[in-house]
């Protein structure tokens, strides 16, 4: 090639990649050392251009989709952070999550007044029975098909005291009498997810409804009635227990050898020697009642449950007379009780009006024989009969110092008192803190002008409510009057501790919602903090703004650092304490939670204070 040659010339210039020379400058000569072949000519075909443009436009895409994976990665992997909540074996720390917060605190309040707490000696009426406890769904099927899903019913308001749902879904029963009111019953409470009990007053029905359920593969029995679980938990929180219940071969072999029978401590009394609870003198038999449980979206045909519960049946004569209630007061004089506590009154439901009013009057009687030194505690129950519960309101809990009670209980109570629209009780499915706080206040001003002007002579011989330990899923809180300012001050018992005592209920809802079926309850002490694992728990309380009527407001909200997970706030002379409740997504252990929760308070509640003097 000649050096000095121009180039060619063309009607078209090259393209201006492979235009390596100018005009005037010659090309040069290639060497060995520049021995690169030339680039090949690209197609200028204009396919080629919206191609390479279809080409970057996709690599654009790929960018952007891989940033959003990312960031739904991390955002899924924080969700799951919040979601698993686990001991490490040392208990030394926790694994970083939403509830990490919320059970630190919960426990450390706890524990602030549980390191002080001391036994005491507690008596507990008037309940215990022997539980058979099966899975609802499976229990169904046994039945099939004489208990089927219930067709669309137009309700009867004649029917549903206290209760209402709109027309074309099946309605729940006070007293249950065949099957078909039994399938509406059920359909009710399982299409809410709410825990419910109700009597069945045909005897030949129940017993076959208990065959069903021995049919059952997977069935256990189990100690059962308040009376008697709290008895459990008492003892296990190593306080004296005398029970004054109707137990039986069975249900004794089950009890802690520490709980003291009513009917043996009056033998035992009399004689100079130790009671136990060797049932083989015992003059009752064991009244058995059906635990149906189910667990979270449970489907029965086309109805589906929201969350895990329990649906209670029974037919119980014992209980139910609360035949063991003069045997329980007349062991408790000699027993030194430090605590009563009173269960079972939801049980007289299926009883004749004038039998249910008379053995309410009972009660009363012996109440008033208690010392006011020593605080009575009532525990209430699931009621259907709205008016039966204002009976059981306006005699017995005007006579007491303290009550337990869950969110279908205080709706119920709240229609007993304030004679409203059944319609409401809707908003006790799900109560917001707002709710439960407007509830309880309610029920403090209820009962205070009961001490006031006109009813004030009526109830100068009674105690005054002055605790209310309400109960949710998401959340519990204690609503306690002050007695250092109140001019009751001789009919209002001063509690201590009320911020410790919420807190251990909700921890011991958590530890034992959680635990396997088999595994033996444990006291809550340091122990149980550390060896329980806590899988798949979640921290289910909203953020929520609490008005409290006076022209404040407080931010709930124990997902943050802002405010604290365990708020304490006063009003019109009444403390209340909230404390959120981290919830087994698969809870095992459903029957005899709200018991264990009551227990536990009342130990830390009391167990720094002498309630004997």
């Not at 109707?246 to 130790?274: C, D, P, R």
């Amino acid at each position: 090639h000649n050096t000095t040659t121009p180039p060619h010339h063309h009607s078209t210039p090259p393209p201006h990649s492979l235009h390596t020379t100018t005009p005037h400058e010659p090309r040069k000569k290639k060497t060995h050392q520049n021995n690169k072949q030339p680039q090949p000519e690209r197609f200028t075909h204009p396919c080629v251009f919206f191609f390479l443009v279809f080409m970057n436009f996709n690599v654009f895409v790929g960018i952007v989709v891989a940033i959003m994976a990312v960031i739904f990665v991390l955002e899924e992997r924080d969700i799951w952070q919040q979601k698993w909540l686990l001991y490490n074996t040392s208990g030394a720390r926790l694994v970083e999550s939403r509830a990490h917060k919320a059970l630190q605190e919960v426990v450390q309040t706890a524990q602030d007044a549980q390191h002080k707490s001391k036994p005491f000696k507690t008596c507990i009426g008037y309940n215990a029975n022997l539980d058979l406890r099966v899975n609802l769904i499976e229990w169904l099927k046994v039945l099939e098909p004489t208990l089927s899903v219930p067709a669309a019913t137009q309700e009867d308001p004649t029917v549903v005291v206290g209760l209402t749902e709109a027309a074309g879904f099946p309605y729940p029963h006070q007293r249950i009498i065949n099957r078909e009111q039994l399938a509406e019953t059920i359909a009710y409470f399982m299409h809410r997810g709410s825990a419910a009990e109700r009597v069945v007053t045909d005897r030949q029905l129940f017993a076959q409804l208990v065959q069903a359920a021995k049919k059952v593969e997977a069935k256990h029995y189990s100690i059962g009635g308040n009376a008697a679980l709290m008895a459990s938990r008492f003892a296990l929180e190593e306080c004296p227990v005398l029970l004054g219940g109707a137990v039986g071969t069975q249900l004794g072999s089950m009890l802690n050898k520490s709980i003291s029978l009513a009917t043996q401590h009056e033998v035992a009394s009399e004689n100079g020697t130790t009671s136990s609870t060797d049932t083989t003198t015992t003059p009752f038999e064991d009244e058995v009642h059906l635990i149906l449980e189910y667990p979270i979206m449970s489907t029965w045909d086309s109805i589906v449950s929201p969350r895990a519960n329990r649906i209670i049946l029974t037919h119980d004569i014992t209980n139910s007379e609360l035949k063991t209630l003069e045997p329980f007061h007349k062991a408790a004089a000699s027993f030194g009780c430090q605590l009563y506590v009173i269960s079972g009154l939801h049980l007289l439901e299926g009883q004749p009006d004038a039998l249910r009013t008379q053995r309410l009057h009972d009660v009363v009687a012996a109440i008033r024989n208690i010392p006011r030194t020593i605080p009575v505690h009532l525990e209430l129950a699931s009621v259907g009969d709205v008016h039966f519960l204002r009976e059981i309101i306006d005699t017995v809990v005007h006579e007491v110092d303290s009550i337990g009670l869950n969110e279908q209980e205080l709706g119920m109570f709240y229609l007993a008192i304030s004679n409203s629209d059944p319609s409401l009780m809707h908003i006790y499915t799900t109560p917001t803190v707002q709710a439960s706080y407007d509830t309880l206040r309610y029920m403090h001003y209820y009962i205070n002008a009961n001490f006031t002007g006109d009813n004030a002579q009526q109830h100068v011989n009674s105690r005054r409510l002055s605790r209310i330990h309400f109960h949710y899923l998401q959340y519990h809180m204690v609503a306690v009057r002050q007695c250092d300012a109140d001019e009751h001050k001789d009919q209002t018992f001063c509690w201590t501790n009320n911020a410790a005592s919420v807190a251990a209920g909700s921890l011991v809802a958590t530890i034992q919602a959680c635990q396997k079926e088999d595994d033996p309850d444990m006291p809550l002490d340091e122990k149980a903090y550390q060896s329980v694992v806590l899988d798949y728990v979640n921290l289910l309380l909203p953020h929520q703004i609490l008005d409290l009527k006076n022209g404040q407001v407080i931010e709930i909200d124990p997902t943050t650092n802002l405010q604290p997970i365990v708020p304490v706030w006063t009003d019109q002379g009444v403390d209340y304490t909230l404390a959120p409740v981290l919830v087994c997504q698969n809870p095992l252990k459903t029957v005899g939670l709200g018991d264990a929760i009551s227990t536990t308070g009342l130990v830390v509640a009391l167990g720094g204070t002498t309630t004997s003097t």
